[in-house]
């Protein structure tokens, strides 16, 4: 997955950059068949905002975050895109894998069993 990392009115330092792969990293270990991650740190007087749009097979999730500490944003924005990641790929494996279960289960059984 290609991490692309860019800020707007402050400077990406090599620490920052170090945070959000590791915190990227836990939706890599959820979801293998990200594309790329394109990551905006901005701030403004009082918050910082972090901002992401992963790109997946046919969609792209975006998530953004506000907090006063840009380390925080960045923890609530890997933790907001996980939920999502783990909800895309539920409605991915269900759609396919639990749609034959369901015909089974409208079938009904010979009458003279």
């Not at 800020?7 to 890599?28: D, M, N, S």
């Not at 901005?42 to 999730?61: C, I, W, Y």
């Amino acid at each position: 997955m290609n991490v692309s990392v860019s800020g707007h009115h402050l400077r990406v330092t090599p620490a920052i950059r170090r945070h959000v792969g590791a915190k990227l990293a836990r939706v890599r270990r959820h979801f293998d068949h990200a594309i790329e991650a394109h990551v905006i740190l901005s701030a403004d007087r009082l918050q910082r905002k972090a901002e992401v749009t992963l790109h997946v097979r046919g969609r792209a999730l975006h998530c953004a975050c506000e907090n006063p500490d840009l380390y925080a944003a960045i923890d609530l924005l890997a933790d907001k895109l996980d939920r999502q990641v783990i909800k895309y790929k539920d409605k991915r494996i269900g759609i396919s894998h639990d749609l034959p279960r369901r015909r089974r289960a409208r079938r009904r059984p010979p009458a003279g069993l």
